[in-house]
């Protein structure tokens, strides 16, 4: 299990707007840690989508938004299209943890 | 063109030691922590290790404390994971990643494309 929770899948339509939730507990993101988004196509390295919360990478559609709000965070992408289908993560600190960087379990989305 | 590059996986059985490097290229290397990040096949991302500038931060996942040693080279611009005693379940993809701006919070903004280790016997 991991320490941020994400849902295992989420889908939606093209044109749609879906978002994916990363919850986390008072020791992650409700102690006030930044939490990343990151995409990862099938076969590739992951790729930062979001940093600080709602920050957009330069060559990052602003399709893609992060939100950031007590123990959670959500990652939205409006304006669905084919080629985002991929997995994506939230990564976050945790101080309950020696040094530790956590990520959530990953959430797989397919474009209908 | 900023640029990381592994190596060094393989097959390697039970207990058994493997070393993997990243060679990093286009970026100022000593200026920015380091760490490795592996998935297992068909699994999420787990963070593995993490390695301040100079070297005098490491910090190491549960998992792996014990048994895996990162360090780096800033004058050769590489890092390195020697891996020992090595289990089943450190067979994944090792991936290497820049950290920007903390080691403990920042966002890993470049990344490799990886290299594969399977432990097996």
């Known amino acids: 299990q991991s320490v941020l929770t994400q849902p295992p899948s989420v889908s939606g339509a093209p044109g749609q707007r879906v978002t994916i939730s990363c919850t986390g507990s008072s020791s992650n993101i409700g102690a006030g840690y930044d939490v990343h988004w990151y995409q990862q196509l099938p076969g590739t390295a992951p790729k930062l989508l979001i940093y600080?919360?709602?920050n957009r990478p330069s060559g990052v559609p602003d399709r893609f938004s992060g939100s950031k709000s007590g123990t959670s965070a959500s990652l939205a992408i409006t304006g669905l299209q084919a080629e985002d289908e991929a997995d994506y993560y939230c990564?976050?600190?945790?101080?309950?943890?020696?040094?530790?960087?956590?990520f959530g379990g990953g959430t797989k989305l397919t474009v209908l | 063109e900023v640029q990381l590059v592994e190596s060094g996986g393989g097959l390697v059985k039970p207990g058994g030691s493997l070393r993997l490097s990243c060679a990093a290229s286009g970026f100022t290397f000593s200026s920015y922590s380091m760490n490795w990040v592996r998935q297992a096949p068909g699994k999420g991302l787990e963070w593995v290790s993490s390695i301040s500038t100079s070297s005098s931060y490491t910090y190491y996942a549960d998992s792996v404390k014990g048994r895996l040693t990162i360090s780096r080279d800033n004058a050769k611009s590489s890092l390195s994971l020697q891996m020992n005693s090595l289990r089943a379940e450190d067979t994944a993809v090792y991936y290497c990643?820049?950290?920007?701006?903390?080691?403990?919070?920042?966002?890993?903004?470049?990344w490799g494309k990886g290299t594969t280790v399977t432990v097996s016997s």
């Open positions: 600080g919360n709602n």
């Open positions: 990564q976050s600190c945790d101080n309950s943890l020696s040094g530790s960087r956590v």
């Open positions: 990643a820049r950290v920007d701006y903390d080691i403990l919070t920042g966002p890993s903004s470049v």
